[in-house]
Each structure stands twice: as structure tokens, then as C-alpha cells.
């Protein structure tokens, strides 16, 4: 089975720190891992995805295999970083089912 | 930019009736899942179709259903309703069903209450 963890439900920082957002996964085969994002009444959207190891909007993730963990990072957090954030894992096959975490409302302070 | 497309956006119904909730994705998309998201919950995996055949099915009752069109619509259809089934149900559509080069997208769902 597989499953994500977001350890945190509120995260609050303010704005300028770094800021991190925990997920961890179990899996016992090669996972994709994602994060989404949903701003104040918009649409759930991707942020990125481990295989294309990009930065987005100044957030990058990386994938620790040993500590099945995929943190997502910013040094630098600004005002509209604010949402929900959700960490996902698709376990391949040829379903495109994704697990997500339960979420982490991402608060950035003036 | 037409994005995927869910209907009705709130919906309320009464213990033991039907439903019938209705998505249209990006124009060019072949693939369609569904998901449920219950208050406080990130979002869990219902089903998958693509070219109009169900790729992977999440664990749900057998009271939830669902089926895609020849124009690659989908209608996700959930019987004998429960005061469980109250959540937020979400479409997502990619251009195939692996989706490693085509990430999902989301609609903005449609709000199920069961009262």
C-alpha cells in the first residue's frame, strides 16, 4: 500500500524565512512524487514533480530515497506563497492515480 | 483558456438517492479521473479512464460508478447515497494515461451534500 504524510496541518512563517514543508511516503517500488498547490479560491494545480527536478516559483524538492521523504523548500517565502499545499505519489502502472498527503495550509506573516 | 469543466458546482441531496456528476476536459485530453476530497482531506483517487475504458479504480464501494464518452466527457454517478459520501468531488484530465509528460489538471469540483 502506499501512503503520503504531511505531518504539519499549519505551517506559519514570516515572510522573507525559509520556509519547508514536510512529506514523507511508503512505497515499496520507484515512486513519482508531486506537489500541488490550491491558492484562495482557485483551482488545485501542480507546483512540480521530482522527475523534472525544476524550481517553481523559487520552490524546489528533492527526492530522498533513503528517508522516503520529499520536502518542499524556499529560502526566501513571500506573501503569495499562501495555499494549501499537497504532497502526492503515483505509484506508476497504468493507472494515473495519484495518493496525496492531507495537506498543509501555508501561512506567510508580513 | 477553457480548463476542465465540472457541473453542477453544489449539489444537495437526500440519504439513499442518486446522483449524477458531470466533467469536460481540456479540449485534446484523452484521460479523466475522478477524485474525492472530504473536508480536512487531501483528495483520494476514485477512478481513471482513458479512451473510454476504466484504468484503475481506487477502494470505493461499488455504489460509485462511472464511464467516459466518445468526445471524452465523463460522468462519475454514485448510488444509494450516504451522509458519508458528503464531499468536495474533483475531475482531473491529462492528455494519456501515464501521464509522465502530461500532468494532471484540475476542475474546480463540485460540492456533494448529503443531508
Known amino acids: 500500500a502506499q501512503r503520503v504524510t504531511q505531518p504539519e496541518k499549519l505551517l506559519s512563517v514570516f515572510k522573507g524565512a525559509p520556509v519547508e514543508l514536510k512529506c514523507n511516503y511508503s512505497y515499496s517500488g520507484s515512486p513519482e512524487l508531486f506537489w500541488y498547490v490550491q491558492y484562495s479560491r482557485q483551482r488545485l494545480q501542480l507546483l512540480l514533480r521530482?522527475?523534472s527536478r525544476e524550481s517553481i516559483k523559487g520552490f524546489t524538492a528533492d527526492l530522498n530515497k533513503g528517508e522516503t521523504s520529499f520536502h518542499l523548500k524556499k529560502p526566501f517565502a513571500q506573501e503569495e506563497d499562501s495555499a494549501m499545499y499537497y504532497c502526492a505519489l503515483s505509484g506508476g502502472g497504468s493507472a494515473r492515480q495519484l495518493t496525496f498527503g492531507s495537506g498543509t495550509q501555508l501561512t506567510v506573516l508580513p | 483558456d477553457a480548463g476542465v469543466t465540472q457541473s453542477p458546482t453544489h449539489l444537495i441531496k437526500t440519504r439513499g438517492q442518486h446522483v449524477t456528476l458531470r466533467c469536460s476536459p481540456i479540449s485534446g485530453h484523452k484521460s479523466v479521473s475522478w477524485y474525492q476530497q472530504v473536508l480536512g482531506q487531501g483528495p483520494q483517487f476514485i477512478f481513471q479512464y482513458y479512451e473510454k475504458e476504466e484504468r484503475g479504480r481506487g477502494n470505493f464501494p461499488d455504489r460509485f460508478s462511472a464511464r467516459q464518452f466518445p468526445n471524452y466527457s465523463s460522468e462519475l454517478n454514485v448510488n444509494a447515497l450516504l451522509l458519508g459520501d458528503s464531499a468536495l468531488y474533483l475531475c482531473?484530465?491529462?492528455?494519456?494515461?501515464?501521464?509522465?509528460?502530461?500532468?494532471?489538471?484540475f476542475g474546480n469540483g463540485t460540492r456533494l451534500t448529503v443531508t
Open positions: 521530482h522527475i
Open positions: 482531473a484530465s491529462s492528455f494519456d494515461f501515464q501521464g509522465r509528460n502530461s500532468p494532471l489538471h
